[in-house]
């Protein structure tokens, strides 16, 4: 099978040829500079120094297709870019000074090359009024996606892989988290939910003019569509089941709603930790994929149980452990694992192998070898 059609089968809840290996090219899938060039160093392969989004800060690799075709990625991404106004000013800032991008928040470097979202540039607003009279992004500018058409046709023409749409939108909760800072946010929440709801809407709509103008230019040639919202941390939900119902459950329906008016890609949506309590609610708006299966956060960890629950109406893409495992175990453990999740996940289709988000600085390049070599072997005994 190609690529895209082994993705395909799969998304169809179909089995493939062997697991579909989803890595790099999303921020939800990538792979950290540091740990992308160990890996080009271990295959004597050249390590470009390009990012995905050309986001230094993010730190995020964008591979070469040397390395995702030696990784057996059997997806590739089309990514908006920011205004060409954002990558004039980060060029010509002082060295190390803060990035700030097309929304006026931005982040801080904390260590040599390392960034840290710690620029809120609505902590002080207090009223409405104060949302409205924000100088919020142009979502219209054309240099946003100027690039896409371009991109996604030759992906499709080439049709080996599946094909991937990744706007870098932060979704209403995390982009509200970097326009107030987390505690304010909650704050906001648990005491002017009128405010945080105000927010929310306000940034669903940017959203919605970005992702319109991503999928006109994208048109019919992807076949998912990544989205997102960090709703967990490690044993528990960011804010109660009540606040996520009331405040932004209804935000995510209409915007996966609006992406079903423009496109037949399936809805990808990324949200870390432990979210099970929400997996029936995603299940409704009409998530199609859940990434990234935190299998090491609480009750994700009970693969079996959301395979038996939810393995009929999702798609699961993801949960490699990226803790402990992929950062801190042998090449060996790492094979068990993947051999662990796979039996529980693949059975009937319905799972595409990742890495739980992004493939930290921390992982050896033999680890991450050994995650996708185990996933191809596992083909060969299966058939």
């Known amino acids: 099978m190609t690529g895209r059609e082994r993705v395909l089968t799969t998304l169809a809840h179909e089995e493939p040829d062997r697991v579909p290996i989803i890595i790099g090219g999303t921020n939800a899938t990538g792979i950290k500079m540091k740990a992308y060039r160990a890996l080009c160093a271990k295959l004597g392969m050249q390590a470009e120094a390009r990012y995905i989004y050309d986001w230094p800060e993010l730190g995020t690799a964008l591979p070469s297709e040397e390395a995702l075709e030696r990784l057996g990625a059997d997806s590739r991404s089309v990514l908006d ?7 004039e000013r980060a060029r010509n800032r002082p060295p190390h000074a803060d990035f700030i991008d097309d929304w006026g928040g931005g982040a801080r470097e904390i260590a040599p090359g390392s960034w840290y979202p710690g620029i809120h540039p609505l902590a002080e607003a207090a009223s409405i009024a104060e949302l409205e009279a924000y100088p919020w992004p142009d979502m219209d500018d054309p240099s946003r996606v100027a690039h896409v058409r371009a991109g996604a046709r030759a992906l499709a023409t080439d049709g080996q892989h599946a094909v991937i749409g990744c706007p870098w939108l932060l979704f209403p ?6 326009m107030r ?33 991503f999928l006109d230019e994208a048109g019919d040639t992807i076949d998912i569509i990544k989205i997102g919202d960090d709703l967990g941390m490690q044993e528990n939900l960011l ?14 329906a209409d915007f996966i709603q609006f992406i079903r008016s423009r496109t037949k890609a399936k809805v990808l949506f990324h949200t870390d930790g432990d979210v099970f309590d929400l997996v029936p609610d995603l299940v409704e708006i009409g998530v199609d994929i859940l990434n990234p299966i935190q299998s090491g956060a609480g009750r994700m960890s009970d693969l079996a149980l959301l395979k038996r629950e939810f393995g009929k109406s999702l798609v699961f893409c993801g949960a490699i452990d990226t803790q402990r495992i992929l950062p801190y175990g042998s090449p060996e453990e790492v094979r068990a694992e993947v051999g662990r ?4 996940l693949a059975p009937g289709g319905g799972y595409m192998l990742a890495a739980v988000h992004t493939v930290m600085d921390e992982v050896p390049p033999e680890n991450l070898l050994a995650m996708v070599d185990a996933a191809r072997e596992l083909e060969s005994r299966h058939h």
């Open 81 to 87: 870019r920011f205004p060409a106004f954002v990558y």
């Open 181 to 213: 800072g987390l505690d304010t946010l909650l704050m906001d929440i648990a005491a002017e939910p009128e405010f945080a709801s105000a927010l929310f809407w306000k940034i669903e709509g940017l959203c919605k003019t970005l992702m319109g103008h």
């Open 239 to 252: 804010i109660s089941p009540a606040s996520y119902r009331n405040l932004l459950k209804p935000v995510h």
């Open 341 to 344: 999740v796979i039996d529980i």
């Open 173 to 178: 909760f995390e982009r509200a988290q970097a």
